[in-house]
């Protein structure tokens, strides 16, 4: 009780609190700077900034998007080394935007969101963290997807004796050298640790229950003229960022409209796959039985190889239960290891920011999402919790660009909300229409149809129910075009209680189209 009313008396009230200092958190802390908004605090649940930046440092961790288009518009680097840039440095990155837009004073480290609960009297946020509580006119959650690692339910697992671990908790005290050594998963994350374990381990086996399409990466260093260049002439640089901009653009139609029309970057890949790999029986387990695209598509120079060497066995199945030291796929293949590393990806269509966030209809987020799958009005805006916004929210994930793009956009959606409840004045907040939420899914979901995603493939875009409640069926330029501005007429404006929420005048209510 005692130490209840303390908590009670040092909570502190702000004008807006974001949730993560990844890509997200940091780049909201910038745009509300930018618009003149100074009474804000980050809250960090780690001890410092960078996301999955900070969090993923696994051996051979690097972005799989060009380097000079994974930045801001807002503060290019010059002085990238690689064409795809490594962690350490993507994070270093982060850390000098926190430093050059003077966010530290903002930042709260060791504050992980306990709970959320929208004030239906107040018209605020009351929050509870590991550190501070506060209050809140406007909430940005900027998690993000790739934030809290998943590791399947395997039976047998907690009696495994060597180190288990996932890729986005690497152990870095886990001795692999001239270990027996499992991967479990075949993601991003495991196409970058496998080469780089390959050589010290003593076997390396990969659990592979669905083999990926990967394509040649064409990573290389960016030699000190270019550098040079780009920092004395930033024209240059920018129009380097919009070429690959533009590249990946020319490609959306094919993932969204035109999947049939795939087959030659199936081709591509095919051959990348020959000529690393000459055994035909491994050829043939690494070779995918979907369309290209369905799943994520990996960029990699050295995975195929990696896979070809003598100390390294493929397993064509998935990870079904552990008994000792000894692990059984599906297929009933029995694998002796020392260590194992999950691979396998993170909760993406179930944040779980979503079980502690409270609206003010009494229930959590996550159990509305329950119902019919994650759902946000632009990717941004939940029916029934008011004045709470996502940056990576539902079904704005990308398949072939970088998400930066996409945070961009959202940044300015979040700065036109805060200006809208600017010009409203008093105590008010905006609430997504359930009409103006419906209608906007269905778009989304009408177009995802016929989408390269939705071609039959399991994947994390998908949910349990097999709705693609991750990815945006379109281009990061029409993304950009429909997040420009709040339509008011999507949103009720809540005043003081007793009052009926009133209709605010705008355009009437759009769907994705």
């Known amino acids: 009780m005692v130490e209840h009313e303390q908590r009670a008396q040092r909570v502190r009230h702000v004008r807006v609190a974001v949730i993560g200092s990844g890509f997200g958190g940091l780049g909201a802390a910038v745009r509300l700077r930018r618009e003149g908004v100074t009474d804000f605090v980050v809250l960090e649940r780690a001890d410092s900034v960078g996301g999955t930046w900070r969090d993923n440092t696994y051996p051979g961790c690097a972005c799989d998007v060009p380097s000079h288009l994974y930045s801001f518009s807002f503060a290019p680097n010059p002085d990238w080394p690689r064409s795809f840039s490594g962690q350490s440095h993507i994070r270093a990155y982060l850390e000098r935007i926190t430093d050059t837009f003077g966010l530290r004073p903002h930042l709260r480290f060791g504050s992980e969101v306990r709970a959320m609960r929208w004030d239906t009297e107040r018209l605020l946020w009351e929050i509870s963290t590991t550190g501070e509580d506060w209050t809140a006119d406007v909430v940005v959650s ?82 000190a003229p270019e550098r040079w260049l780009h920092a004395k002439v930033p024209a240059t ?16 139609g094919l993932f969204t409209k035109w999947p049939e029309r795939l087959g030659l970057m199936e081709r591509v890949t095919a051959a990348h ?98 119902k ?25 994930g990308l398949g072939n660009n970088s998400m930066i793009l996409i945070i961009e956009a959202q940044l300015n959606y979040l700065a036109d909300f805060v200006r809208q409840l600017d010009t409203i004045g008093g105590r008010a907040a905006l609430d997504a229409r359930p009409s103006a939420v419906r209608a906007w899914n269905r778009g989304i979901q009408r177009r995802m149809e016929r989408t390269v995603w939705n071609t039959g493939c399991r994947s994390w875009y998908l949910d349990a129910q097999g709705r693609n409640t991750t990815v945006w069926p379109g281009s990061t330029a029409e993304f950009r075009k429909v997040t420009r501005r709040v339509d008011l007429a999507e949103y009720q404006l809540l005043r003081a209680p007793g009052r009926r929420p009133a209709s605010v005048s705008g355009a009437g209510a759009g769907a994705a189209r």
Request: glycine residues 10%.
């Open 273 to 370: 796959l020959r000529r690393a790999v000459k055994d035909p029986a491994l050829r043939a387990k690494l070779t995918p039985d979907y369309r290209i695209g369905c799943k994520r598509i990996l960029l990699s120079d050295d995975y195929y190889p990696a896979l070809a060497r003598p100390n390294v066995d493929v397993v064509a199945s998935g990870l079904a239960e552990v008994r000792g030291s000894t692990l059984v796929a599906a297929d009933g293949t029995e694998t002796e290891a020392d260590v194992i590393v999950f691979g396998t990806g993170f909760h993406t269509t179930d944040m779980p920011i979503a079980d502690r966030v409270t609206g003010a209809n009494g229930t959590t987020l996550a159990e509305e999402w329950r």
């Open 237 to 252: 640089g920018l129009l380097r960022r919009g070429t690959l901009w533009g590249v990946r653009e020319m490609q959306v």
């Open 372 to 396: 019919d799958g994650m759902a946000a009005l632009r990717g941004a805006s939940a029916a029934g919790f008011p004045n709470f916004l996502f940056v990576i929210g539902p079904n704005t």
């Open 142 to 223: 900027a998690t993000g997807p790739l934030s809290d690692p998943r590791i399947p339910d395997v039976p047998g697992l907690a009696d495994f004796p060597g180190p288990v671990f996932h890729s986005a908790r690497w152990d870095h005290d886990a001795e692999l050298r001239g270990k027996r050594v499992a991967v479990v998963g075949t993601g991003a994350s495991a196409a970058q640790i496998v080469p780089a374990i390959q050589p010290e381990a003593a076997r390396l086996t990969l659990f592979q229950r669905t083999p990926p399409w990967v394509l040649p990466r064409f990573d290389r260093r960016i030699t």
